[in-house]
């Protein structure tokens, strides 16, 4: 499997590094230069109905920050070494452009119908590929993806640690279930604003622990940072120049880093374009659309921070060296750092919170790509009927399988979508002009109300 992945993804990881240079260059490094701007955007006032700019921006980390995502750190570090999370974060700052371009084609041929506005990557395809059938191949790819990567996966790991309780895996599952479906009936809207509530506390709760960790081993935090640097660029294949041996090992490095970043701020799968294609604002107009794709490139930022503290954690505690998997090795490096007898249900807590969030965003995108393509709401509903039956196989499925076959259909997202965005923004630079002049005038402005009058 290992093999056949390799060779399944390597194309992939090329194409989305050459698309996240691309649209880097094109928009003059806007995810660098143009951050502490966007951050601004969050606290301004733009006359939005309802659901707000920072209500998706919460919706989104919610489901970037699931357990997957605590999980896939310490898978990362297994399979790929502490310098993977290095490469995992140069891959994440390159190519996250690519969630900005994503977002501003998505709300720019956003629909609305019944009084909704629906976007995101299926409402580009069609363009893109001149064919309805891109569109449907999209719907199908993102129920897949929904379906490993944005259910199975998450279940998976909050469900493992269950074992180191006493309590059945699959208990997990059919109250992840339970939960799930009770909340699915309820309205979107009440739970896209509760959900973008209880993000920062969950992850302001799961950074202080961490914290409090890495304090309690603070001698061992510079040993640990030499460790990624290390593993950064690895020599142990090293003899008389670059073996065959060695570029293997730093291609296995940078594949596993760039799967990890991917997964972690889902770069270049859509689902920023389709929350912030929801938002309804007083004026629909250019000066919206670049705000809103200015304000995606924040989330993979901070998902990079917790990703990073997460690896420091399992650094510095050892527990990387341990024969523990997925989240396993988390829990056991909270319980090697704490003599608290209650800290399994704590952090088991904390990763509900992270697994329910993550789940439940996919959820809604999947949701809104089958509401795109049909208003019929029978098709929606059955749709939460089969997600929720799904929800307790995560619990008893083996966990590196589950993450193989994420990846890989992560990878067929990923391609699909990144080919339409190169081909969309080939033909029609539109996103790139219209930023260019946005950018232009925002250079001499210190907030968003600056810029207001000359737009």
């Known amino acids: 499997m290992d093999i056949v992945k390799f060779v399944l993804l ?116 069609a363009d893109a590929f001149n064919s309805r059938k891109a569109t449907i191949a999209f719907l199908v790819i993102m129920m897949i993806v929904s379906i490993t990567v944005g259910n199975l996966v998450q279940v998976n790991s909050l469900s493992i640690p269950l074992d180191m309780i006493d309590v059945p895996v699959v208990t997990g599952g059919i109250i992840m279930a339970i939960i799930f479906f009770v909340v699915a009936a309820l309205s979107l809207k009440k739970i896209k604003i509760f959900i973008s509530a209880m993000i920062p506390i969950m992850t302001v709760s799961y950074l202080t622990l961490c914290g409090i960790i890495l304090f309690k081993f603070s001698e061992n935090i510079l040993p640990s940072l030499k460790l990624i640097t290390s593993g950064f660029f690895t020599a142990d294949s090293f003899n008389f120049g670059l073996s065959l041996g060695l570029i293997v090992e730093m291609l296995t490095i940078i594949q596993v880093g760039t799967l990890r970043g991917i997964f972690a701020t889902d770069i270049g799968l859509g689902l920023e374009g389709i929350v912030h294609s929801s938002i309804v604002p007083k004026k629909n107009d250019n000066k919206f659309i670049i705000e809103q794709s200015l304000i995606t490139i924040i989330s993979p930022f901070i998902v990079v921070f917790v990703v990073f503290i997460t690896t420091m954690v399992l650094l510095v505690t050892d527990s990387w060296v341990t024969d523990l998997e997925s989240t396993n090795m988390c829990i056991f490096a909270f319980r090697k750092a704490m003599n608290w007898p209650y800290i399994d249900y704590l952090i088991m807590a904390i990763m509900f919170c992270f697994a329910f969030t993550t789940i439940f965003t996919w959820f809604f995108c999947s949701k809104q790509t089958i509401r795109y393509m049909s208003m019929n709401d029978k098709y929606t509903k059955i749709w939460i009927v089969i997600f929720t039956a799904i929800i307790p196989l995560g619990a008893i499925s083996k966990v590196q399988l589950l993450w193989d076959v994420a990846d890989i259909s992560i990878a067929a997202l990923l391609f699909i979508n990144i080919l339409a965005i190169l081909k969309l923004t080939y033909q029609d630079p539109e996103v790139f002009t219209m930023s260019g002049r946005y950018l232009k005038l925002d250079i001499s402005a210190k907030s968003p109300s600056d810029t207001k009058s000359q737009w």
């Open 10 to 125: 390597l194309p992939t990881i090329l194409l989305i590094l050459i698309a996240g240079v691309y649209l880097s260059v094109k928009l003059k490094w806007l995810q660098i230069f143009r951050l502490p701007y966007a951050l601004s955007l969050i606290g301004a006032k733009r006359g939005e109905n309802k659901f707000s700019s920072i209500a998706a921006l919460f919706t989104i980390l919610g489901g970037n920050l699931g357990v997957g995502n605590i999980s896939g750190t310490a898978v990362a570090l297994k399979t790929g070494g502490p310098g993977s999370i290095l490469w995992m974060a140069i891959i994440v700052v390159i190519t996250s452009a690519i969630k900005y371009v994503t977002c501003y084609l998505s709300i720019k041929n956003r629909k609305k119908k019944n009084g909704r506005f629906i976007g995101g990557p299926m409402a580009y395809m």
